[in-house]
C-alpha cells in the first residue's frame, strides 16, 4: 500500500510525506540520530524507557553539560530537571574578579562529579568535527572557525609545555589566533557565538539544541596551550581566556592598559577581543533573570559571573567586531539620555539583556542578576575594553576573525541602545569593540523571540528596569558597547535585509541570528520578560526536536500539543511569600476562610446509661483477677433404688388383692354421664341388633380394653346383637376372637353365626374412609374368605352401608384412631348411634366428641368397666381387678403427696443453704 | 387344662416377666422379649395382609374373572410393584408415582375428616352452651353459661400463656403486656389440670395393664393347683 501510520494519531498517510495530514507530526522517525546515539528507535504503543537524568547526562554537548554545573554558592539553577544534576557552579563576590571566577571556575570544574563524555571544558567548538551530521548542517562559519581551532591547537601543542586544565580553551585560541594574526595563528570564534537555542529562522523549524553539538567541535580541537601564569585552581570549565583575564586582574596594577589588547603571555588578542582585557574587578551578579531566548550558558555564565561596574563606555573600534556587537557599541554621550530599554517582543533574551543593562548607564551592577541577557563575562570584559581602550585596526579584526564572521565585518551598525542592560558609556568605543560586539542591537527593533530555556532562569528585572549594577562590575568590553548602544541609533541585530559590511553574517548568519526579522523582534520587545514569546516566532516545534529528547519522549505523548499552551498558561506570582516561582495556585482572597479554629470540649459526654456500663465492665474486669469459688454441684443420680422401692411397693400392693380376690373396695355410684348414656343407647336398641364393633386397641391395653368393653358386649349379647368385627389394625380380628373367647365365652359368640369377623381395613384413613362410604366393596369377605355381603344366610345379606347397622360400638385405645373412626364414620352412619369403648388415657381428648352428640356414649377404661358391670349387675373381670386398681390409686396417691413434700422439704433447705452462702 | 394352652400360658407367663424385668434396666431378657415381638408382629402382620388383602382382593379376582377384573385391577397392581421400586436406591424414583399417590390421598382424607369432623362440630360445640338453646330452665341456663365461661376462659387463657411476644423497650429488655401476663398464670392452671388429667389416665392405663398382666400369671399358676 505504501501508506504510512502516523505514529500520533494512526492516520495513514501517502509515502513520502513528511508530517502527518492530520496532526501534523513527523512521519519518519529520527531513526539515523537515534542510531547515532545508540538508543532504540521508538515505536508507536512502546512504554517509555525510563532513564534517570544521570544516564542522559551524556546526551547533551558538552558545553551544556558545563554550563550546567553548579557553583558552590551558585545562583545558577538547573537548566532542566530531567538532565543531570548540574555541576556546581561558582558563585562570584562582588569583589572578585574575573581571573578569581576563572581561577575558581577552574577548581570547581576539578570535583565536577557529572560524568560527561568530554572532559570540563567549555570548548564550544571542540565537538564541531565530530559531528556525524544531524538535522542541520554545520554551518560554514562554524566549519571556519573548526579549521581555524585545528591549526591552532597544532600550533599550541608545539608551543606549549604545561598541561591544559581543559580541553576547551578556546579564549586561549583566541589569543593565539591574534598571535597568528601577527604570528600566523588562527583565531578562534568565542564559543557564546553558536547558535543558542531558540534563534532560527522565521518559519522554519529548527531543533532546540543543535545537533551538531557545537562543543564536540571545540572538544575536537587539540588542546590548547595553557596559559602561561601557573594557576594553582583545578582546572575548572571555564575558558583559558577568563583564565588569562583573572591573571592579569590579580598582576599589581590591574590589567595594563594597552593600546594593543594582548594576553598575560603577552601575545596580541583580536581587536575585537581587545575588550576582553579585564580592567575593573567582576561584579557578582546572580544568574540572571529568565529571559526568553538566552541560551543556559549565557544565563548561566551570566549569573555566576559578578556583576561587574560597569565603567563608563568607551566605544571601540567596530571595525573590528561582528556587526551585531558592532551595532550595540554604545555612543559617548550622555548616559542619562539613555531611553530606559524595553525590551521588544523579538528581541532575544540574551540580547534584551544587553539592552536592560544598557539603560542603567550610572547605576552600577550590583549582585542582583543583570536582566539582559549578557553574560558576565561578557559585561566583565566590556569593561577591560573600556579600560584598556582598545582599538584594532580593522584589517587585523578582520583577519583575525574566524572565517565565520570574516565576510561579516564590515562597518559597525548603529548599536541597539536599549537592548543592553549596561549603562552608557560602559562600553568601548567603536575602535575598541570588536565588531560583533559593536554590533550589538542598541535600538528596540524587533528582535526575534527567543525559545524559552527548559531550565527556570533567574527571574529577570521587569521591561525597564534598571538591573542594579555595580560600576566596575561588568567586563569593559560589554560596557562600552552598552553605552554605545543607548545613544547609538536604533538598530537591529536581526533585520530582515543584510546589515552593511555585514559580511561576516552573509554567507551563513547562525539560525538563531538570521532567521530574526523586524517584525518578530518587535513582537518580542513588547512580551512581559519572563512570558515566552507567541506567534510564529516559536521556532522549534515538537515534530522537530533533537533525537536524544526525541529518544526520551514518549510515544504516547501529545507534549508537542501541549508545551505551547502550558507555556503560555504559566505565570509567576508576583507577591507573596512565592513571590518568582512559577505555576504557582493564585490566591483568591475569601477562598478559604481563615478562622480560628474551633475549641473542643475534651470532656466526654455521657449518660447514665453509658456510665452504668461502664462501672458495669470496671466491675467486670475488676472481678477478673478473683478466683472464682467452685460451686459444689450435686450429682444426678440415677436413682434405681428408688424405683424398684416404688415398683415394687405397687406390684406386691397390686397383687395382694388380686391373690386375695379381695372386693372389699366399693365402686361408687358416682357414674359419669357418658357412661349412663351409653347404658340408655344400648337398651334402647331393638332385640338381636345388628351391631358394628370395631376393634382397634393393641394387645398391650388388652386387659384394660377387655375388661372395659366386656359388659357392654355383654350387654350386647344379651340383647341376641350379631356383632360384625371389623379392625384397621391387622391384630384387631385377633383381638376380636380373643374377646369372644375369653371374656364372653359364655356367650357363645365365637363360631357362631351372630359373629362375623370382616379383618382388616387396610389404608388407614383412606380404608376406613372407604368402608364407611362402601362396607361390602372394601372388605367383600371376612377373614375366612366367605361371601358375607351377598350370603343370604348371612345377617350382612341386607347389609350396604354403614347406617344400616342398629349401633357402632367403637373399641380404641388412642385418641388418634378414635377421632379418624368418628370423622370419616360419623356421616355416613346418620342417625345411627355411635358408642365408643376407650382407654383411660385418651378420654380427655374424646370427650369434646360426646360433649358435641358426635359420640352418643362412652364407656372409659377400667373404672368405666366396673361402674357399667354395676349398673347391668354382672359383675365381672372388672370388679376383680377393682381392689387392685383401687389400691394401686391411693398407692400411687401416697408415693405423689410424700414425693410432693419431700420436695418442698428439700427444695425449702435448698433456698436456706443459698442464703446461708449468700450471707 | 390342654398341653397347648399350659404351653402358650407359660410363654406368656415368661415373656411376661422378661418384659417386667425392665424394671432393672436394659438387659438381655428384656431384649428377647423385644425382639421376639417385633419379630411375631411383622409376620403376623404380613400373614394378614397377604391373607386378608392381596389374595381375596388382587389375586383370586384375576384368577376367577380375569377379563373383568384386569383393567380395574391393574392401575393398582402398576402401582404397587412401582411402590416396591423404592427397595432399590437407584431405580427407586420409579416409586415416586405411588407415594405421591398415597400421600395426595391420605391429606385430602385428613384435611376433610378433620375439618368436617372435628373442627367445625367442636366449633358449634363451643359455643352452644352460651346459645342456650338446650336450657330447659334457669339451672340448666345457669349451668350451660357457667359451663361455657368456664371452657371459653380455659380455651383463652391457654391459647394466652402460649404467646411469647415482647414489646422492645429503650432500655434493650423486653416488656409484656401485664394483662397477657396474667391470662397466663391463669391459663397455666388449666394447662396442669389438663395434664393431670392426662397423667391419670395413663396411669390408670398403666395400672390396668398391669394388673392384668399379674392376675394372667396368677390365674395361670393357680391352674396348676
Not at chain 1, 477 to 491: E, S
Not at chain 2, 9 to 22: A, D, E, F, H, Q
Not at chain 2, 54 to 66: A, E, G, R, T
Not at chain 2, 93 to 100: E, K, P, Q
Request: with cysteine.
Amino acid at each position: 500500500m505504501g501508506d504510512v501510520r502516523c505514529p500520533m494519531c494512526s492516520t495513514p498517510n501517502p509515502e513520502g510525506q513528511g508530517t502527518c495530514k492530520v496532526c501534523g507530526a513527523r512521519l519518519t522517525p529520527l531513526t539515523s540520530d537515534i542510531a547515532a546515539a545508540n538508543l532504540e528507535s521508538i515505536h508507536p504503543g512502546d512504554q517509555p524507557t525510563r532513564k534517570s537524568t544521570a544516564e542522559l547526562e551524556h546526551a547533551l554537548p558538552d558545553w551544556l553539560q558545563d554550563l550546567r554545573k553548579k557553583p558552590e554558592t551558585g545562583e545558577l539553577q538547573n537548566p532542566s530537571p530531567t538532565a543531570a544534576p548540574a555541576a556546581p557552579q561558582p558563585s562570584l563576590s562582588a569583589s572578585e574578579t574575573d581571573e578569581d571566577f576563572l581561577s575558581r571556575l577552574e577548581s570547581e570544574s576539578g570535583k565536577d562529579d557529572v560524568p560527561s563524555i568530554q572532559p570540563e571544558s567549555t570548548d564550544w567548538l571542540a565537538g564541531l568535527s565530530d559531528a556525524k551530521g544531524g538535522d542541520e548542517d554545520i554551518p560554514d562559519w562554524l566549519l571556519g572557525v573548526k579549521q581555524s581551532v585545528d591549526e591552532e591547537a597544532q600550533a599550541a601543542k608545539l608551543a606549549a609545555s604545561q598541561p591544559a586544565s581543559d580541553n576547551v580553551d578556546w579564549f586561549q585560541r583566541l589569543q593565539e589566533d591574534q598571535k597568528a594574526a601577527k604570528g600566523g595563528e588562527a583565531s578562534q570564534w568565542p564559543g557564546f557565538y553558536n547558535e543558542p537555542p531558540g534563534f532560527g529562522k522565521t518559519g522554519q523549524e529548527e531543533p532546540l539544541i543543535s545537533k551538531t553539538d557545537s562543543a564536540e567541535w571545540f572538544m575536537s580541537a587539540p588542546e590548547g596551550k595553557a596559559p602561561e601564569i601557573a594557576d594553582t585552581s583545578p582546572p575548572t570549565g571555564v575558558t583559558d581566556w577568563l583564565k588569562r583575564r583573572k591573571v592579569l586582574e590579580n598582576q599589581p596594577g590591574g590589567v595594563p592598559p594597552s593600546s594593543e589588547p594582548s594576553d598575560s603571555a603577552g601575545a596580541p588578542i583580536p581587536d575585537w577581543l581587545a575588550f576582553t582585557q579585564p580592567a575593573t574587578p567582576e561584579v557578582e551578579s546572580p544568574a540572571p533573570a529568565a529571559s526568553g531566548g538566552l541560551p543556559d550558558w549565557l544565563s548561566d555564565f551570566k549569573a555566576d559571573q559578578p556583576a561587574a561596574e560597569i565603567p563608563p563606555a568607551v566605544p571601540a573600534s567596530s571595525e573590528g567586531l561582528p556587526d551585531w556587537l558592532r551595532s550595540a557599541q554604545p555612543e559617548q554621550p550622555a548616559a542619562a539620555a539613555i531611553p530606559t530599554p524595553q525590551p521588544s517582543q523579538a528581541e532575544p533574551d540574551w540580547l534584551s539583556g544587553f539592552a536592560g543593562s544598557q539603560a542603567a548607564a550610572d547605576t552600577p551592577l550590583t549582585a542582583e542578576p543583570a536582566s539582559d541577557g549578557l553574560p558576565n563575562w561578557l559585561a566583565a570584559t566590556e569593561a577591560g575594553i573600556v579600560a584598556a581602550g582598545l582599538s584594532v585596526p580593522d584589517e587585523k579584526k578582520t583577519a583575525e576573525l574566524p572565517s565565520v564572521l570574516q565576510g561579516r565585518s564590515g562597518p559597525a551598525p548603529a548599536p541597539v541602545s536599549q537592548n543592553f542592560d549596561l549603562p552608557v558609556g560602559t562600553l568601548s568605543s567603536d575602535d575598541d569593540l570588536p565588531d560583533w560586539l559593536s554590533e550589538l542591537p542598541g535600538a528596540p527593533g524587533p528582535v526575534a523571540p527567543a525559545k524559552k530555556p527548559t531550565a527556570p532562569l533567574p527571574p529577570v528585572p521587569a521591561a525597564g528596569e534598571q538591573p542594579p549594577a555595580e560600576k566596575g562590575e561588568t567586563p569593559n568590553w560589554l560596557v562600552g558597547a552598552a553605552a554605545t548602544a543607548a545613544t547609538a541609533k536604533a538598530a537591529s541585530v536581526f533585520t530582515d535585509q543584510p546589515m552593511a559590511g555585514d559580511d561576516a553574517f552573509a554567507m551563513e548568519m547562525p539560525d538563531w541570528l538570521s532567521g530574526v526579522t523586524p517584525a518578530e523582534t518587535a513582537t518580542a520587545a513588547a512580551q512581559i520578560p519572563g512570558e515566552p514569546a507567541s506567534g510564529a516566532a516559536e521556532s522549534l516545534s515538537p515534530s522537530e526536536l533533537p533525537a536524544w529528547v526525541q529518544a526520551m519522549r514518549p510515544v504516547e505523548s501529545v507534549i508537542a500539543e501541549t508545551t505551547g499552551e502550558m507555556e503560555d498558561e504559566q505565570f509567576v506570582e508576583s507577591q507573596g511569600p512565592l513571590a518568582g516561582f512559577q505555576n504557582v495556585l493564585p490566591f483568591v482572597p475569601g477562598l478559604i476562610a481563615i478562622r480560628r479554629p474551633a475549641a473542643y470540649s475534651s470532656k466526654l459526654q455521657v449518660n447514665t446509661g453509658q456510665q452504668n456500663n461502664a462501672a458495669l465492665l470496671e466491675g467486670l474486669l475488676s472481678s477478673e483477677s478473683d478466683a472464682a469459688k467452685v460451686k459444689h454441684r450435686s450429682r444426678l443420680h440415677y436413682n434405681k433404688f428408688l424405683r424398684w422401692m416404688i415398683a415394687l411397693v405397687l406390684i406386691i400392693l397390686v397383687a395382694i388383692p388380686i391373690v386375695l380376690g379381695s372386693t372389699l373396695t366399693p365402686v361408687n355410684a358416682l357414674y359419669p354421664p357418658e357412661l349412663l348414656a351409653a347404658h340408655e343407647v344400648i337398651t334402647g336398641l331393638p332385640s338381636t341388633p345388628n351391631v358394628l364393633v370395631v376393634f382397634d386397641y393393641e394387645p398391650a391395653f388388652s386387659g384394660e380394653m377387655a375388661t372395659s368393653s366386656a359388659p357392654v358386649l355383654a350387654q350386647l349379647m344379651e340383647k341376641g346383637a350379631t356383632i360384625t368385627a371389623v379392625s384397621s389394625l391387622p391384630t384387631g380380628s385377633v383381638q376380636a376372637n380373643l374377646l369372644l373367647a375369653t371374656y364372653l365365652s359364655s356367650f357363645n359368640y365365637l363360631g357362631g353365626d351372630s359373629f362375623i369377623n370382616l379383618g382388616y381395613i387396610p389404608g388407614g384413613a383412606a380404608g376406613i374412609y372407604n368402608f364407611a362410604t362402601n362396607p361390602s366393596g372394601t372388605i367383600p369377605v371376612d377373614v375366612e374368605g366367605e361371601q358375607v355381603w351377598s350370603d343370604p344366610r348371612s345377617f350382612l345379606a341386607d347389609t350396604s352401608q354403614l347406617s344400616d347397622f342398629d349401633a357402632m360400638v367403637i373399641l380404641v385405645d388412642g385418641s388418634e384412631t378414635a377421632q379418624v373412626w368418628i370423622e370419616q364414620s360419623r356421616l355416613p352412619l346418620g342417625a345411627t348411634p355411635l358408642l365408643m369403648v376407650i382407654s383411660a388415657q385418651s378420654e380427655p381428648m374424646i370427650l369434646p366428641y360426646y360433649d358435641s352428640k358426635q359420640v352418643q356414649g362412652m364407656v372409659t377404661g377400667l373404672f368405666g368397666g366396673a361402674y357399667y358391670e354395676q349398673i347391668t349387675g354382672r359383675p365381672a373381670t372388672a370388679r376383680l381387678f377393682w381392689d387392685a386398681f383401687a389400691v394401686a390409686f391411693f398407692v400411687a396417691e401416697v408415693i405423689i403427696v410424700v414425693g410432693g413434700v419431700w420436695a418442698l422439704i428439700a427444695a425449702w433447705q435448698s433456698r436456706l443453704a443459698r442464703k446461708e452462702e449468700e450471707a | 387344662m390342654q398341653p397347648v394352652d399350659i404351653i402358650l400360658g407359660l410363654i406368656s407367663c415368661i415373656l411376661t416377666i422378661m418384659v417386667l424385668s425392665y424394671l432393672v434396666g436394659d438387659n438381655p431378657l428384656f431384649r428377647i422379649a423385644v425382639y421376639i415381638f417385633v419379630g411375631v408382629s411383622a409376620g403376623y402382620v404380613g400373614a394378614v395382609a397377604l391373607y386378608q388383602v392381596i389374595l381375596p382382593k388382587v389375586i383370586m379376582p384375576l384368577v376367577d374373572s380375569p377379563l373383568e377384573n384386569l383393567p380395574v385391577l391393574l392401575v393398582p397392581i402398576l402401582l404397587s410393584l412401582l411402590l416396591l421400586m423404592k427397595m432399590f436406591p437407584r431405580i427407586s424414583w420409579l416409586g415416586s408415582a405411588s407415594m405421591a399417590f398415597m400421600v395426595g390421598v391420605s391429606a385430602a382424607v385428613a384435611i376433610a375428616g378433620a375439618l368436617i369432623g372435628t373442627i367445625i362440630p367442636q366449633f358449634i360445640a363451643a359455643i352452644a352452651p352460651f346459645g342456650l338453646e338446650d336450657s330447659t330452665g334457669i339451672g340448666s341456663i345457669v349451668e350451660n353459661f357457667a359451663e361455657g365461661t368456664i371452657m371459653l376462659l380455659g380455651t383463652v387463657t391457654t391459647l394466652a400463656y402460649f404467646h411469647f411476644g415482647v414489646k422492645s423497650s429503650a432500655s434493650g429488655t423486653g416488656s409484656t403486656n401485664p394483662v397477657m401476663r396474667i391470662l397466663g398464670l391463669i391459663g397455666q392452671f388449666f394447662i396442669a389440670v389438663t395434664f393431670g388429667v392426662l397423667f391419670t389416665g395413663a396411669y390408670a392405663a398403666v395400672v390396668s395393664a398391669l394388673i392384668g398382666r399379674l392376675y394372667f400369671i396368677w390365674s395361670y399358676i393357680l391352674s396348676f393347683f
